[in-house]
């Protein structure tokens, strides 16, 4: 980078009408949502009377007609669509001089030798390419609804929808002029602040610099500028469609939990990675001989990527037993995800099952009498889980966490009296009533007398704290309360007979009234059979 970049303003039509652009591979995908492109159309109606709007900065790099843009590729993208809207709304206009306009300065270049036509703005992966010149090519109306594709044509196709939306509800009082001065705006009017780097292999660090921002969401950009980086050009095809594979199994939660896999995964093999650090861990900033390299990264992630994805959604087919998916749904009940590592490590071992139970009961255990919120437990957690993936077992890794666990008299009088949430005490009630650590958690959780019902004058002080106890639950097959159930009596005539099979009914029948004394008394019971299961 020790090329200076040349500055210059210019406006859109100068811009790409006078070359062509690559987004290349390690670029982050187009993922503009309806709250950018209604702010970006919004910006740019309201300006169309303007003598000079600015649009942003763009960061180029290269010296040949094909460009690759560094930054600015959501903007510039995002543009090339409104520029295609307005191109057919000019076609079925029959205003055919302003479409040629439009099309050869923003959609199409044409050798003047050949009269081939290329495109003005090119993706580098083939398929998401193939998409956007497929979209290109049609009104937005002819094209089908976004929940047909996926990644980023998915995006593509939901921008274009919306942003030709907004066109036509724009041009409808007069078209015909409308048109032009949508044409003449974009053209002569919407400038960009232009930074051409000559050095084509300095993108990948001009990107790094510039989206070096710390936040977790960038660091999959981040990592795939990376991966790509230290690819071999000839090889970056192959390396981008493989990073793709692994980033789509996530698209539906986000790039944060993409990031949040990588972290899990490389903690197998590194030791405790924090968020912050795992950038610098993978690409050696903190010691250089200690980066790790894209292909043994891709392998990792590929190799953890199924049972991964099974662990944050049980109902995914794939390789775990029936007892590891139990496992599974419990820790997801129970809101843990600290020890993913420590179960990517686990599956490769013998007996794997034994040791997700294993590691379940402490995680329980800990809940109840405490917490697993702690930066220390889950250090700790990171390290268990590369020792078992390094020795091959996990008897010793797991016996090195023994101190985390309470005692079981500690455990059972927690169980009892402390006040947790619904969650966790819908897991150790289930467990209790089926006779297992991992039950099926079927139906909802309910407070049999809610903390705002009406208790008497000897309970009222001592109801708030109760009412969220593990003596006051009951597991019902209604989704929601039934109306007058907040009373005893109520209580027993309209959720009592809605318990899952598992339920205690008639112990509850045989009570004639409900207060904190019987939630104590309940609670002790329920306490003294989960300890029982939830220690070997």
């Known amino acids: 980078m020790d090329t200076p970049l040349n500055a210059s303003s210019t406006t859109a039509g100068a811009l790409i009408g006078g070359g062509r652009f690559n987004v290349p591979e390690f670029q982050r995908e187009y993922a503009w949502g309806a709250d950018e492109i209604n702010e970006f159309f919004g910006d740019l109606s309201g300006a169309l009377g303007d003598e000079t709007y600015f649009l942003g900065l763009v960061i180029v790099t290269g010296d040949q007609t094909v460009k690759d843009v560094v930054d600015g590729q959501q903007r510039i993208l995002t543009l090339t669509l409104l520029a295609s809207a307005v191109y057919h709304e000019a076609i079925r206009y029959e205003r055919h001089a302003l479409a040629d306009r439009i099309q050869t300065t923003f959609l199409r270049s044409i050798d003047f030798g050949t009269d081939e036509e290329t495109p003005r703005v090119t993706l580098s992966s083939p398929r998401d390419d193939a998409a956007l010149q497929q979209i290109l090519a049609s ?37 015909f002029r409308r048109l032009g001065s949508w044409a003449e705006f974009l053209t002569a009017k919407l ?78 093999q590194r030791g405790h990675v924090a968020p912050r650090d795992l950038y610098d861990v993978l690409t050696g900033k903190r010691r250089s001989d200690d980066a790790m390299s894209p292909a043994d990264l891709m392998a990792v992630l590929e190799h953890h990527l199924p049972l991964y994805l099974q662990i944050a959604d049980p109902t995914v087919i794939g390789r775990a037993s029936s007892d590891e998916l139990g496992v599974f749904s419990m820790l997801n009940a129970l809101n843990v995800i600290s020890v993913r590592p420590i179960l990517l490590a686990l599956a490769d071992t013998p007996d794997s099952t034994e040791g997700m139970l294993h590691l379940l009961r402490l995680v329980m255990q800990r809940i109840v009498t405490g917490t697993l919120g702690t930066g220390n437990v889950e250090r700790r957690f990171g390290v268990t889980a590369q020792r078992i993936a390094q020795e091959g077992r996990w008897q010793a890794a797991l016996a090195g966490l023994n101190d985390l666990r309470p005692q079981p008299h500690d455990f059972e009088q927690r169980a009892a009296e402390r006040s947790l949430n619904r969650n966790v005490l819908g897991a150790i009630r289930a467990s209790v009533l089926q006779g297992t ?26 109801a708030s704290y109760w009412a969220s106890t593990l003596g006051n639950t009951f597991i019902s097959t209604e989704t929601r309360r039934p109306m007058g159930s907040s009373t005893w009596d ?16 008639d112990q509850y029948r045989a009570e004639s009234d409900w207060g904190v004394e019987q939630i104590i008394e309940f609670g002790k019971e329920l306490a003294a059979e989960a300890r029982e299961l939830w220690y070997e």
């Open 139 to 175: 009104p937005a109306r002819d094209l089908p609804q976004a929940d047909s594709t996926h990644g980023v044509a998915s995006y593509l196709v939901s921008a274009y929808k919306r942003i030709s939306d907004k066109l036509l509800e724009d041009l409808k009082d007069d078209p």
């Open 490 to 505: 109520g209580f027993k005539r309209e959720l009592l007979p809605l318990g899952i099979d598992a339920e205690r009914k």
């Open 191 to 268: 400038y960009f602040a232009v930074f051409v780097h000559p050095d084509p292999a300095s993108a990948y660090r001009v990107f790094e610099i510039i989206n070096t921002r710390g936040r977790e969401l960038t660091t999959a950009d981040l990592l795939k500028s990376y991966v790509l980086s230290q690819t071999p050009p000839q090889f970056r095809p192959e390396r981008y469609e493989q990073w793709q594979s692994v980033s789509e199994a996530f698209l539906e939660d986000g790039q944060s939990t993409f990031v949040q896999f990588i972290r899990h995964a490389v903690t197998v």
């Open 437 to 462: 650590i991992i039950p099926e958690l079927e139906g909802s959780v309910y407070f049999i007398k809610p903390r705002n019902a009406e208790w008497s004058a000897e309970d009222e002080d001592r």
